[in-house]
């Protein structure tokens, strides 16, 4: 069954489309959140939240692209929601003017870390720093279709791309990335 068929399923009140629906989508989503915080258990509420918000605004829903990408979205504000009231981030202070001889990463070092090093590098990053490098990279989405996520253009992307670069690198440089 295709998105639109999910859908109009859905807004039906067919339960069987919804969980299929679910699993479908859930694993992604899922992913995208737990890069973004703390803990399995975390991740797993955010995500149950991301869909109860979706399911609540399905007849709102205005399908004009891929429903993954609002869900997506909708992952995002629950995450900035969740930082927000639990005042767990930390943003640490790196500074923008990094020359563009920083600009490549080097491939060696990212090789060299763990999954959960990675994800505690991203989550040193404020939350569009971070945003920019999971769906490019971990989602392997293109500046394009982040900006439909973003609602940013593709120029203020590969800028804000470029420098997420260049303040991963000095974390990782700077050996912070090291789970303790």
């Known amino acids: 069954m295709n998105e639109k068929a999910y859908l109009k399923e859905i807004r ?6 919804l969980n299929a629906f679910i699993e479908t989508l859930y694993p992604s989503v899922y ?7 703390s803990g399995k258990e975390e991740a797993k509420d955010i995500t149950q939240e991301v869909f109860l918000r979706f399911i609540k605004q399905i007849h709102n829903y205005q399908s004009n692209g891929k429903v993954l990408a609002y869900l997506y979205t909708i992952a995002m504000n629950c995450c900035h929601t969740y930082y927000r009231k639990e005042k767990r981030f930390d943003y640490t202070e790196l500074n923008d003017e990094i020359s563009k001889d920083d600009y490549n990463l080097s491939e060696d070092v990212l090789h060299t870390l763990t999954f959960e090093e990675l994800r505690l590098c991203l989550q040193k990053l404020p939350d569009k720093d971070q945003d920019i490098l999971i ?7 293109t500046f394009k279709e982040i900006s439909q996520i973003t609602n940013e253009s593709e120029n203020t992307l590969k800028t804000r791309h470029y420098r997420a670069l260049a303040k991963m690198k000095k974390i990782i ?6 789970v303790s």
């Not at 769906?135 to 989405?141: I, S």
């Not at 440089?173 to 090291?178: S, V």
Request: charged residues 30%; positive net charge.
């Open 173 to 178: 440089k700077d050996g912070d990335q090291h």
């Open 135 to 141: 769906f490019h990279y971990l989602k392997q989405m």
């Open 31 to 37: 992913r995208y959140v737990f890069c973004k915080v």
């Open 12 to 17: 039906k009140g067919n339960q069987e489309a």
